[in-house]
């Protein structure tokens, strides 16, 4: 493939937990941590979100500093306050997409056709997929061209069940991703609850947690270096 030198980050725009009456949305740490990595290697970063605008955010620490980098970059604020959504972005213009988590992707990750299709058409031109925590959520029904879920027969890594049991939410979230993956033909690994484990399948990278969202900017910029 053409190299663009940007990678797409994918946000979900969906902001309420269940009938709990909390909020959610994207995790941020999981969207900072790649991006340091992503600009520190030369790439450029664009966002995207399933509904555009600005995306509600979830899981802040502002004594984190790539955190606050993220969130005080000129270029990142400009396009938080106003994302385009999957269809009105062009799939040509990127090396990668990296779909981040937060429990807000379970929600409206899975059923957008709009990124799956910016996804496929990344993957098929010879780019990376990548996904940390529960933004593997938007790889559940993602299909090929020739009709075969992308994740059939690869290796992944994805938030688990028993860290979905551990924070106390399998009972809320709309199905339990791990399972999900599973049923799709994924061959799913764990390590232990909240641990960094990262995977890579050819050029598909996926990351269990938020402790493993360094981990799968490094393997993304080492898969499209390849």
Not at 145 to 162: E, M, P, Q, R, W
Request: hydrophobic residues 45%; aromatic residues 6%.
């Amino acid at each position: 493939m053409s190299r663009t030198n940007t990678i797409l980050i994918a946000l979900t725009s969906h902001d309420r937990l269940g009938d709990t009456g909390r909020s959610t949305g994207y995790y941020l740490p999981e969207a900072a941590h790649p991006w340091k990595v992503f600009t520190e290697a030369g790439y450029h970063v664009d966002l995207v979100s399933i509904r555009g605008g600005q995306p509600p955010m979830d899981g802040a620490d502002t004594s984190d500093p790539v955190q606050r980098a993220f969130l005080d970059d000129a270029r990142i604020a400009a396009q938080l306050a106003a994302t385009p959504r999957p269809s009105d972005v062009d799939a040509a213009g990127y090396d990668a997409i990296l779909y981040v988590g937060g429990h807000g992707a379970m929600w409206d990750f899975p059923d957008d056709q709009a990124l799956a299709a910016l996804a496929r058409d990344i993957y098929e031109a010879g780019g990376a997929v990548a996904a940390v925590c529960h933004g593997p959520a938007g790889l559940v029904n993602l299909t090929l061209s020739n009709g075969a879920y992308l994740i059939d027969g690869k290796n992944v890594a994805a938030f688990t069940n028993a860290e979905e049991a551990a924070v106390g939410l399998i009972d809320v979230v709309p199905f339990h991703l791990q399972t999900a993956l599973e049923e799709r033909g994924a061959k799913h690994t764990g390590a232990d609850d909240f641990q960094a484990h990262v995977v890579v399948d050819g050029r598909l990278v996926t990351g269990q947690n938020p402790a493993s969202a360094t981990g799968v900017g490094e393997a993304v910029v080492k898969v499209l270096a390849a």
